[in-house]
């Protein structure tokens, strides 16, 4: 996975994606969020639980612990390292979703520029994406280390042509059950490893190349410059 996102619907979208009941602390906003090129390091709508209530807040994308000063924070976390390795131990308990619209990839086609292509689900609902991170307080708010990292494995199928890794993309049951305080550090890790939704489930486009700028904000971002593939 290479770094750039879209979310341009509403929290209240990706939330009824989730099907959960519970109430909702929203610090994000009613309004449509329309971001469709965000890239790492700026705030990213996450959802994850506290109690009984979830919250919806803007977090850091992006998370290193207070001793790996001497590299730049990851935004993405292996699937096969993130539950034993020391670097992710402490938000490894922490889990997110990260809703999107759709991600991005790069691919070296020969030409001038790399060939960015738009990643989404073929049935039009929403991604549901497996994150962790060191998220807000309930109590105190937002802090200044909070940040998140998607979790990552294998691409399979023809994904495999546009990248070969992806996010771990859950269905909105297991999306609940990830989100669960009472979902085992055991259990959560298969998860991820096993159940994230098969390359069979996504369709992938090219698009402009323009979304390699990041100052470029506009939903013509999104627009295919060839059909979806098959």
């Known amino acids: 996975m290479c770094g750039r996102l879209s979310q341009y619907r509403g929290i209240h979208d990706f939330v009824a994606a989730l099907s959960m009941p519970n109430a909702l602390a929203n610090s994000v906003g009613d309004h449509p969020l329309e971001r469709y090129n965000v890239a790492p390091t700026t705030q990213v709508a996450l959802l994850h ?3 009984d209530l979830l919250h ?3 977090v850091r994308w992006g998370w290193r612990p207070h001793w790996a000063k001497d590299r730049a924070a990851p935004i993405n976390a292996r699937v096969e390292k993130v539950a034993h390795g020391p670097f992710f131990r402490a938000i490894w308990p922490h889990r997110a979703i990260t809703p999107l619209d759709n991600w991005f990839e790069w691919v070296d086609e020969g030409g001038p520029k790399k060939q960015p292509y738009l990643i989404r689900r073929r ?3 929403p991604v549901l994406s497996a ?4 998220l807000p307080d309930a109590d105190e ?9 998607i ?3 294998d691409s399979a199928g023809g994904m495999v042509d546009i990248h070969d890794r992806r996010p771990v993309v859950l269905t909105p049951e297991l999306a609940r059950e990830w989100l669960d305080p009472a979902t085992t550090k055991e259990r959560a890790e298969q998860m991820v490893l096993h159940q994230g939704e098969p390359a069979e489930a996504f369709e992938w486009f090219k698009v402009d190349t323009a979304l390699g700028n990041v100052r470029n904000k506009g939903p013509e971002l999104i627009e295919p410059l060839i059909p979806a593939s098959k």
């Open 131 to 134: 994150a962790i991170g060191q």
């Open 141 to 149: 708010g937002p802090g200044e280390h909070d940040g998140f990292v």
């Open 49 to 51: 639980l506290n109690g």
């Open 151 to 153: 979790i990552t494995a």
């Open 123 to 125: 049935d039009g609902t």
């Open 56 to 58: 919806a807040d803007l």
